[in-house]
C-alpha cells in the first residue's frame, strides 16, 4: 500500500494568489481609466433615464396588481415541474412501471393544483 504524503505547501497556492491579484489589478486599473477618462459633462439629457428610445410617461412608482405578481410565481411553479420530467426520460426504461406511476402522481398532483387555480380565479384578470 503506498501512501500519499500531503504537505502544507504555501507555494502550491501561489498561482492562485497570483491571478486573483491581477483580476483585481485589472479591474481596478480598468474603474480607474474609465473614471479619469470618460466624459464629465452632465447634462439634462444624459442624466435622464433611458427607456429603449421610449419618452417615459407616468410615474414607475405606481403599485402594481397582485394578480401580476401571482401569474408570475405561478408561471414559475408550473414552468419548473418541467425540469422534474428530465430525469425521468433519461431513465425511463430503468425505472419501469414504478417510475411510470410516480410521474403519473406527479403529473396528477400538478393538474389538480391547476385545477384548484383556475376554481379559485387566479388567472382572471377582471376584478
Known amino acids: 500500500m503506498i501512501l500519499l ?4 505547501n504555501s507555494s502550491a497556492y501561489a498561482p492562485i494568489l497570483i491571478q486573483l491579484s ?3 489589478a485589472l479591474v481596478v486599473v480598468m474603474m480607474g481609466a474609465t473614471h479619469l477618462l470618460g466624459p464629465k459633462r452632465k447634462t439634462t439629457d444624459k442624466l435622464e433615464n433611458f427607456e429603449c428610445g421610449i419618452e417615459q410617461e407616468g410615474n414607475a ?3 402594481l396588481s397582485v394578480k401580476y405578481f401571482l401569474v408570475a410565481i405561478l408561471f414559475v411553479l408550473f ?3 418541467v425540469i422534474f420530467f ?6 425511463f426504461r430503468a425505472l419501469g412501471w414504478n417510475g411510470f ?3 403519473v402522481m406527479f403529473v396528477a398532483f400538478f393538474i ?3 385545477i384548484y387555480i383556475i376554481k379559485k380565479g387566479a388567472l382572471q384578470w377582471e376584478d
Not at 5 to 8: D, V
Not at 86 to 91: I, S, T, W
Open 22 to 24: 491581477l483580476a483585481v
Open 61 to 63: 412608482r405606481q403599485p
Open 101 to 103: 406511476m410516480a410521474v
Open 79 to 81: 414552468d419548473v415541474e
Open 5 to 8: 504524503e500531503i504537505t502544507n
Open 112 to 114: 389538480l393544483g391547476f
Open 86 to 91: 428530465y430525469p425521468y426520460a433519461m431513465n
